[in-house]
């Protein structure tokens, strides 16, 4: 379904791609390469992880409005990730250890998160209304819990968790790229393989019982894909409150249909023309004078906003 | 054959059924009947495992409800709740299309395809099928619910008031059709209604809950009336 409009999204992606790699380059290919292609990797892989990562928690959440970042998956894993410098240090951690750190925060994320979105998502009575707000309060919690123990650690250390607090795209931390690229293309195959159980899952619980799935079950495997998709992107570019809900609302304009077989690599292909484009046009082209995550922090807002204004309908 | 082995259950704190024993026989229309309340909405959930009972015991033929994988299950029974929701963005060829989940798990057969639409023609949907959901009236989007459970093909239909949002003409044929299934095909029907002139014109079996024996008494169990 879509072939056309698929194709046309995946030319569009393609030519965002070769714009950041060669708008305005100077060196040869052998540096070019190794020098701007770790970001675009980078870039590609926080593409598909934000807006699988949406996707998925829509489809359990069974609305369009809710997304990852809205819930305070993010600022969840910002938390864990100040406990843990301020338990552990952090400016003096050794490459080894702060992989360590890593996969440390992200199974806590895991944990933390199938507890407590798990518990809100399991609920008989899904209310829409209350889901979000819980999702504002939460990650407001999390996020004042953040900057008290930012208060009461040594300023080296914060400066640990200050750049990983922020959303950047201009300097990616690029040490984790290949465990990364290892947990993201993963998960998102696993999420591809379970494209038709989605399909049956987004009917609403009774119609998925009655067609022989598990609702329950799938609830927990699709909260857990997620928080390994928002705590690797996270790692990489910080918080980014409102891609998510931006590049997967284009997408449900693009390709509307139910199927998310299709929804996947639609909203893949925006995010990526999203990321990669938009940071081509403000690095190359406008000389940087706009950060790219306020521009689309702006967009995606305006869409929250609408969305909201809309009502809750799916 | 549905047999019900002292089923209790309870909606918050209020006890719903109390146990209930009862045989549903195979091959036939059981009519549910009872006011506003009465425990058949709740007990068809039972049944299908929307919900979990209290206590009790509900098999279907050799399956135990349950404790049998649910996949198994949904090949064996289907149910129309009473307020589905569902997306409304579909269309009403892909809403039958996903009836047939349980036997291709995501890969249509071409005989999958023609289920599909012998479900379609079924409920007279032929003109409707490639139109969305949410332009549908409300009769049209319950024939199109009505048609997914017909085409999941299983030996037992539950539905949940099928006749809310039909007009006299559209509840006689829907009648008419589960006769056909059960007459014809064989399938085994059990149906809410609350229409006593439909249950006694179309049903084989009407189980009545009235306020002198309600279902969730356990003095009035339930009975089961011959046409």
């Known amino acids: 379904m879509f072939a056309r409009r698929l194709t046309f999204l995946a030319a569009g992606l393609g030519l965002s791609c070769l714009g950041y790699m060669t708008i305005g380059s100077r060196g040869g290919w052998d540096f070019l390469l190794p020098f701007r292609g770790t970001r675009l990797a980078a870039l590609l892989l926080v593409a598909v992880a934000v807006s699988t990562s949406t996707i998925l928690f829509q489809t359990i959440a069974r609305n369009r409005i809710l997304t990852p970042s809205i819930m305070g998956f993010d600022a969840l894993y910002l938390l864990i990730l ?21 996969l440390v925060s992200l199974g806590l994320l895991i944990v933390a998160s199938v507890g407590l979105f798990g518990t809100l998502l399991l609920q008989r009575r899904e209310d829409v209304m209350r889901m979000l707000l819980t999702g504002v309060v939460l990650a407001t919690l999390f ?107 284009l997408a449900h304009l693009v390709t509307p249909t139910g199927s998310h077989g299709t929804l996947l690599v639609s909203s893949s292909l925006i995010a990526g023309i999203a990321l990669v484009g938009g940071q081509t046009v403000l690095e190359r082209v406008l000389g940087l004078s706009t950060p790219l995550a306020v521009l689309i922090d702006l967009l995606g807002g305006l869409v929250f906003l609408i969305l909201v204004l809309k009502g809750a309908r799916r | 054959m549905i047999r019900i082995t002292d089923l209790s259950h309870n909606l918050g704190t209020s006890r719903v059924l109390h146990g209930i024993d009862l045989t549903i026989p195979k091959g036939q229309i059981t009519a549910l009947i009872g006011p506003n309340g009465a425990g058949k909405s709740t007990l068809l959930s039972l049944i299908a495992r929307l919900d979990t009972p209290l206590s009790g015991r509900i098999d279907v033929d050799e399956l135990q409800v349950g404790a049998c994988p649910t996949d198994v299950l949904a090949r064996r029974l289907a149910i129309l709740p009473q307020t589905p929701e569902i997306a409304p963005r579909l269309s009403v060829a892909e809403l039958v299309g996903f009836g047939r989940y349980p036997h291709h798990k995501g890969r249509p057969t071409p005989e999958d395809r023609a289920r599909v639409s012998d479900a379609i023609a ?21 024939r199109a619910l009505l048609a997914m459970t017909v085409a999941q093909d299983t030996d037992y239909l539950l539905l949940d008031e099928p006749l809310n949002n039909l007009d006299i003409a559209a509840s006689r044929s829907l009648m008419t059709l589960l006769r056909r299934l059960c007459e014809d095909f064989g399938r085994t029907v059990v149906v809410v209604l609350h229409d006593i002139n439909y249950a006694s014109r179309y049903a084989d079996w009407k189980i009545l809950s009235t306020p002198s024996c309600p279902l969730g008494s356990r003095a009035g169990a339930m009975q089961l009336v011959w046409r």
């Open chain 1, 82 to 102: 100040s406990v843990s410098v301020f338990l552990l240090g952090g400016a003096g951690l050794s490459e080894t250890s702060a992989l360590a750190r890593f």
């Open chain 1, 143 to 249: 996020r004042s819990l953040s900057s008290l123990i930012a208060r009461m650690i040594d300023p080296n250390e914060y400066s640990t968790i200050q750049v990983a607090s922020y959303a950047r795209f201009s300097r990616i931390e690029t040490d984790l790229l290949g465990l990364s690229a290892v947990l993201i293309l993963g998960v998102v195959g696993i999420a591809w393989r379970m494209r038709h159980r989605l399909d049956i899952l987004a009917l609403g619980r009774d119609a998925a019982i009655n067609l022989g799935e598990n609702p329950r079950r799938r609830t927990i495997e699709v909260l857990i894909l997620v928080a390994v998709l928002v705590a690797v992107s996270t790692a990489f570019v910080g918080p980014i409150a409102f891609l998510g809900l931006l590049v997967v609302s």
């Open chain 2, 122 to 142: 079924l409920l007279s949907l032929d003109g409707l099928a490639h139109r969305s959901l949410d332009t549908l009236s409300g009769g049209q989007r319950q």
